[in-house]
């Protein structure tokens, strides 16, 4: 069993190694919109309000960063920071649910 659970990992890095130029240029783009854009804009949306919320984008960039950095990090076989990549998802991916549900 142990074994074959490293031979699907084994598959799922060598797909994803395939696309490691593109992937990687994804997530650093992503990753410098959200701090470029994305963490500037929910500064002044707080201040503009003078509460603390937070603004769709920063949300929007957050997940499309994750779903990006799963397949790169797969590719690097950088299994160990896979399992913070999926609650990071699944954590932004909650926030983007409630901005759609409470808005």
């Known amino acids: 069993m142990k074994e074959a659970f490293k031979e699907i990992l084994e598959q799922i890095a060598k797909r994803c190694a395939r696309h490691e130029t593109l992937t990687g240029r994804l997530t650093l783009g992503l990753s410098l919109l ?4 994305g963490f500037p804009l929910q500064i002044y ?4 309000e003078q509460s603390c919320g937070i603004d769709v984008w920063i949300i929007v960039f957050a997940v499309l960063m994750y779903i990006v950095r799963i ?3 797969s590719g690097k076989r950088a299994w160990y920071l ?4 999926f609650i990071g998802l699944l954590s932004t991916s ?3 649910w409630q901005w759609w549900n409470y808005t």
């Open 94 to 96: 909650i926030l983007l």
């Open 71 to 73: 397949p790169y990090l």
């Open 45 to 48: 949306k707080n201040w503009v």
């Open 34 to 37: 959200i701090g470029v854009i």
């Open 82 to 85: 896979i399992p913070t990549e």
